[in-house]
């Protein structure tokens, strides 16, 4: 080890902490540190002494501590005195006894009962029944008491002179309990040590002078650099990792999505969170008694309370769909359909609602479109479950599409996001028949990552549409779990900046 190299690459406030380490017996808090070596600020010892830490010359340790002061009740009692100390001196003062009655002129009526429970608990006075009278009668020992600060007045008055101080818990626990008396707060504090090469560079012998840390326009310009020696510096040394801005991963996630959409020549379109329960569910052949439909499932709005239809010919099909077809080959779901269902108000919960009015506005081929969008349902708070998360949506509307198209373009899709394995399996959906969902091969297990299928013609139909239209969605969140290696889902939307800072760039 060559000390004197060491030395040499110190910077002015490593000096600093080393030789105030070093009177200090090797081990000292920052703010101790930064007393005994004239610091302005205790950032100043923390940074130094993480620098000194990199270089195995000392260690630091952080560790959390509790501290106390006076809540609003200690301060009234600092200033007033406890409750039962007020009544032992004014037992004193009435020789000894007096009826509750007479104590409440030095308590008010909540403390009472206080300042009974006290003087009965540590002996300073007896309680009994006088003409009908609680009467308290002093004790030697209340008497003994009300000559001295007692061991809680001390403390006290030490916390209105020491505020956010360590105490001995056990000692003070019962004036720890008391409401609203102290308040406690966790504060997270350290401990710099020298190691045995930190002694070893100390001993053999440091001096502070003025050196040049930074080189600068005016250092140059003025010459300072021939009478003032530059700090050298070790290229080699530690340093942080430096984290330069970006966006959030979700963000990112959603950004190499629509791009491989756009890529894919499909188009994007937006909707509105607030939606009719028509376009939301009825459009979409979804059965008025359905269960997504309750309140417990959907969040409906108070205001407005009632969102009209603009085309009343297009409700009287949809309403015919649902009772018996109408014009389409199904039989409807056999119910009477209630228009002022449809006007309820709700915050949408599927993007499936944007691509319905699309095609309403467009029902002629060709189409490719996709939407990502926050969707609302009310979902109780859990590690895979939230009530408001991303959803990704997207249709092909072309009379020669096929479901075997639709297993090649999301084949493609999702390779592109960097799943290599995918397969697909018959399901059920309310709105799509034929339906399958996507699974993706991910940690040695099949997962499965979303729905998709062809529209029915109780939806496509009542559109002026009789071309085949492929739909497909997936939740975004759900996705990211996947390639950010997530458990909980909530960690998403947490700001845990270590987490943030350490996820690449997608």
């Known amino acids: 080890m060559n000390i004197d190299k060491i030395i040499h690459e110190l910077s002015r406030n490593e ?3 080393l030789l105030s380490l070093q009177k200090l017996d090797g081990r ?38 509790t501290v106390y002061s006076l809540d609003k009740e200690g301060v009234y009692f600092h200033k007033q005195g406890l409750p039962e100390k007020r009544v032992i001196n004014y037992l004193k003062d009435h020789h000894r006894k007096a009826s509750l009655k007479d104590i409440s002129e030095v308590l008010k009526p909540y ?35 009300g000559s001295h600060e007692t061991i809680d007045e001390q403390l006290l008055s030490y916390l209105w002179d020491n505020p956010d101080s360590e105490i001995d818990e056990k000692k003070y626990d019962h004036l720890i309990k008391r409401s609203n008396v102290l308040k406690e707060k966790e504060i997270i504090t350290g401990e710099i040590s020298l190691t045995d090469q930190g002694w070893d560079v100390v001993n053999h ?17 003025n010459k300072y650099w021939e009478s003032t020696p530059i700090r050298p510096y070790d290229v080699s040394t530690f340093a942080p990792s430096l984290h330069g801005g970006k966006p959030h991963p979700l963000v990112q996630l959603i950004e190499r999505i629509r791009t491989i959409l756009l890529r894919m020549g499909f188009s994007e379109i937006e909707g509105n969170f607030v939606e009719s329960a028509f376009w ?8 008025q008694d359905h ?50 269902e449809g006007r309820k108000p709700l915050l949408r919960t599927h993007t499936t609602v944007n691509t319905i009015r699309y095609l309403y506005h467009h029902p002629q081929p060709p189409a490719k479109i996709f939407s990502i969008g926050q969707v609302f349902r ?86 002026g549409i009789d071309t085949p239209v492929l739909a497909w969605g997936l939740g975004l969140e759900r996705l990211a779990m996947l390639l950010f290696g997530l458990k909980d889902i909530r960690q998403l939307y947490q700001s845990d900046f270590d987490w943030l800072q350490n996820q690449p760039l997608l």
């Open 15 to 17: 000096k600093k902490v």
């Open 28 to 65: 000292a808090s920052p703010e101790k540190v930064m007393n005994e070596g004239s610091f302005s600020q205790q950032v100043e010892v923390m940074n130094a002494a993480s620098w000194l830490q990199a270089k195995k010359l000392a260690t630091v340790k952080e560790y959390v501590k």
């Open 111 to 145: 403390e009472i009962p206080i300042a009974i429970g006290w003087v009965k608990r540590k002996g300073w006075a007896q309680i009994s029944k006088e003409n009908n009278k609680t009467v308290l009668t002093l004790t030697e020992e209340g008497f003994s008491a």
């Open 205 to 221: 012998g440091i001096t502070i002078t003025e050196e040049i840390t930074q080189v600068t326009s005016e250092i140059i310009k």
């Open 280 to 287: 939301n569910m009825d459009a979409l052949f979804i059965p």
């Open 291 to 340: 269960p997504a439909r309750e309140m417990q499932d959907t969040f409906y709005c108070k205001n407005p309370s009632s969102i009209s239809i603009d085309d009343p010919e297009l409700v009287k099909i949809i309403a015919d769909v649902h009772e018996h077809g109408g014009k389409t080959d199904s039989d409807g779901w056999g119910y009477r359909f209630s228009k002022s």
């Open 378 to 463: 009310k979902e109780n708070i859990d590690s895979t479950h939230l009530p408001l998360f991303y959803q990704i949506e997207g249709i092909i509307h072309d009379p020669s599409v096929s479901f075997k198209q639709l297993i090649g373009i999301l084949s493609e899709m999702y390779k592109q996001m960097g799943f290599e394995k995918i397969r697909f399996r018959p399901a059920y959906f309310p709105y799509t028949e034929p339906s399958m969902e996507v699974e993706v091969f991910w940690n040695d297990q099949w997962m499965e990552l979303g729905g998709s299928g062809m529209f029915r013609p109780e939806v496509t139909e009542p559109l």
